[in-house]
């Protein structure tokens, strides 16, 4: 299995790449990785970053990819540095992904109902129309409310669901409790155990197991409970052994659960 990984390096604060690269590994991928920005760190909580665009650079990178003809099982993207990148990754899925492969977006956009440091509504725009060319999305609930407009957890799931064949909101904070919520043929609804604390990094740790998951041929269903499995062990993990959480999750330990699911496959 080869999968193409479109996400930023942030050199410190684990997420993105740095993320991307063990764990799909540990899935048993190739991964090929196209970096859309190189970050000092994160921008979710460290002052003074750095951030380097690399706009012009994909565009060689993948000039220079043309000419080895690779073809991906699945193509994952997450943090896109500019709208021009958002079209450039429609392109990359028409050059490189494989018949029949499987594009998987994460609409990187915002947390705790506020759009991260240099994301708009126009950007968000942009996000709803690649998420649009993708197979599967995993929008948190702040997304999935700046893609959709709808606070209401099931109505925002069957406006994703009218655009995208499977959208997963990852994680949404109910009356009845904390619940993920998939469209298969319609919502499915799968109970989530819930740690309490904001851990920086998580959506990137799911994304890329999930990624890995259906990119070995899991159903769904199936990717989905690997997946959360792995996060919530390494979010437990995190909250015992990790005191500033801006600098990402201790996942390392628990990469075991992906290597030994993949053992047979
Ligand atoms: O984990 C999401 C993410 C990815 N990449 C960068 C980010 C963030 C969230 O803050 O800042 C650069």
């Known amino acids: 299995m080869r999968i193409?990984?479109?996400?930023?390096?942030?050199?410190?604060?684990?997420?993105?790449?740095?993320?991307?690269?063990?764990?799909?590994?540990?899935?048993g991928a190739t991964v090929d990785i196209l970096p859309t920005a190189l970050?000092?760190?994160?921008?979710?909580?460290?002052?003074?970053?750095?951030?380097?665009?690399?706009?012009?650079?994909?565009?060689?990178?993948c000039d220079h990819w043309e000419s080895l003809g690779l073809r991906y099982d699945v193509i994952y993207s997450g943090y896109l540095g500019s709208r021009a990148q958002i079209e450039f990754v429609?392109?990359?899925?028409?050059?490189?992904?494989?018949e029949g492969g499987k594009v998987v977006v994460d609409?990187?956009?915002?947390?705790?109902?506020?759009f991260y440091a240099g994301f708009d509504e126009e950007f968000a725009a942009g996000m709803r129309s690649l998420c649009a060319e993708?197979?599967?999305?995993?929008?948190?609930?702040?997304?999935?409310?700046?893609?959709?407009?709808?606070?209401?957890?099931?109505?925002?799931?069957?406006?994703?669901?009218?655009f995208c064949p499977h959208p997963v909101i990852t994680g949404a904070d109910t009356a009845e409790g904390y619940f993920l919520y998939a469209w298969e043929d319609g919502e499915y609804r799968m109970p989530l155990k819930k740690?309490?604390?904001?851990?920086?990094?998580?959506?990137d740790v799911f994304a890329s197991a999930f990624s890995g998951c259906i990119g070995g041929g899991y159903s769904l269903r199936?990717?989905?409970?690997?997946?959360?499995?792995?996060?919530?062990r390494s979010i437990l993990r995190t909250a015992e052994e990790v005191e500033d959480k801006k600098y990402g999750m201790n996942y390392e330990k628990e990469l075991w659960i992906l290597t030994d699911a993949f053992k047979g496959k």
Do not use: Q, W
């Open 195 to 203: 740690v309490e604390g904001n851990f920086h990094g998580a959506g």
């Open 39 to 61: 970050l000092s760190t994160h921008t979710g909580g460290f002052k003074g970053y750095t951030f380097l665009n690399l706009d012009e650079e994909m565009k060689k990178i």
């Open 90 to 98: 429609k392109d990359v899925k028409r050059r490189f992904l494989k």
């Open 222 to 232: 199936d990717a989905l409970s690997l997946s959360t499995e792995f996060t919530y």
């Open 134 to 162: 993708a197979d599967y999305i995993l929008p948190n609930e702040t997304e999935a409310y700046l893609l959709t407009g709808e606070r209401d957890y099931s109505k925002a799931l069957a406006a994703l669901a009218a």
């Open 4 to 27: 193409l990984a479109i996400n930023d390096i942030s050199c410190v604060g684990k997420c993105s790449l740095t993320v991307a690269l063990p764990v799909l590994s540990a899935c």
């Open 107 to 114: 609409p990187v956009l915002g947390d705790n109902f506020k």
